[in-house]
């Protein structure tokens, strides 16, 4: 099988009936860049800012945060990069913004809260992440954004910046985007205004379908009793996807189910054309899609849809083995 991903590594992640789907990789720490090459990622869809910030004793300085954010694109070469700002808090706690007891700390001070709570914290990141990217293509999102006013406020700190270092005289990147991860289910209701603000969506499908089922993401008691390969998640998936490509707004996904093949079979029958993943899952995702036929998984996914079952996963693995 290790022959066949590598085989297939330089050739794109096309279905047999000529659906094209575009594979990023999800990384945390500066070592993760070089699995991109080899993996044959075409960017990077999620780069987790909060793993540099875990390993540290303080904050990392504006300069220190400068030169790692520089090292990433550079070791990125022209490939995109995604940036997500600091995902900490609940369980993810960073000893110097002050250690809080919560008691539902998936639901507590975490993410962009607290970067709305401690703008310091954020103006200091994105001013690293926007004199890092000078001169080239940079992508930025920020976490668990609830309400579309959150991303506007977050966006506002980043345009603040950027306009500093613009009267300074800095270099400036050549393109900024910034888009919302789209993992707490107020936002499904507030798509269009989501949309109208963002350059781009990225759906957290691990915090999005712990919030969902109301099921602890690491739970295992819950954890199998909930499918994201089932028709609600699912009908769900396709709505983002279906409001993204009328928006025109790229829509990427990136929880584990992106890096399983068969749940990523589910996410492109409903729409999904870009899917971020741990490296490793790169060649087992690309071979299930070269060997994909996706109009007849349309059809039969959109009449599952309908079903009044908890999970799909056995009836998209029937197709998937019937259809070699
Ligand atoms: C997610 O929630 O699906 C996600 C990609 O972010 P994280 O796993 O870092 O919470
Ligand atoms: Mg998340």
Redesign the pocket.
């Known amino acids: 099988r290790r022959a066949i991903y590598e085989q297939q590594r330089d050739l794109p992640a096309v279905t047999r009936d000529e659906a094209l789907v575009t594979l990023l990789m999800?990384a945390?720490l500066l070592v993760d860049m070089p699995h991109m090459a080899e993996a044959g990622a075409e960017g990077v869809g999620?780069y987790?800012t909060?793993l540099e910030f875990m390993v540290r004793a303080t904050f990392p300085r504006v300069e220190t945060q400068t030169e790692l954010y520089a090292r990433i694109l550079e070791s990125a070469e022209d490939r995109p990069v995604v940036f997500?700002t600091l995902?900490v808090g609940g369980d993810k706690t960073l000893p110097y913004i002050g250690e809080r007891h919560e008691p539902n700390p998936a639901m507590g001070w975490r993410a962009i809260r607290i970067a709305l709570d401690r703008p310091a914290l954020l103006r200091t990141q994105v001013r690293a992440l926007l004199i890092a990217g000078a001169g080239r293509d940079l992508k930025v999102m920020f976490?668990?954004v609830t309400d579309v006013t959150e991303f506007v406020e977050a966006r506002g700190v980043l345009e603040s910046e950027h306009d500093r270092l613009r009267r300074q005289g800095r270099n400036l990147p050549r393109g900024l985007e910034v888009g919302a991860?789209l993992?707490v289910p107020s936002l499904l209701f507030q798509l269009p205004a989501l949309l109208r603000e963002v350059d781009f969506l990225?759906?957290?499908?691990?915090?999005?379908?712990?919030f969902m089922f109301a099921a602890d993401?690491g739970n295992q008691l819950t954890g199998d009793r909930y499918d994201p390969v089932g028709p609600a998640f699912l009908r769900v998936l396709a709505e983002i996807a279906a409001a993204g490509r009328a928006a025109g707004k790229p829509v990427t996904l990136?929880?584990?189910?992106a890096g399983r093949p068969l749940d990523a079979m589910a996410a492109i029958a409903v729409g999904l054309r870009r899917l971020?993943m741990t490296a490793g899952s790169i060649g087992p995702v690309k071979a299930m899609i070269r060997s994909l036929e996706l109009r007849p998984l349309e059809r039969l996914t959109a009449d599952l849809l309908d079903r009044p079952d908890r999970s799909l996963r056995r009836d998209l693995k029937n197709f998937a083995v019937e259809n070699g």
């Open positions: 999800n945390g999620l987790r909060e997500r995902d976490p668990m991860m993992e990225s759906i957290g499908s691990n915090d999005l379908a712990q993401r990136c929880g584990e189910m971020s």
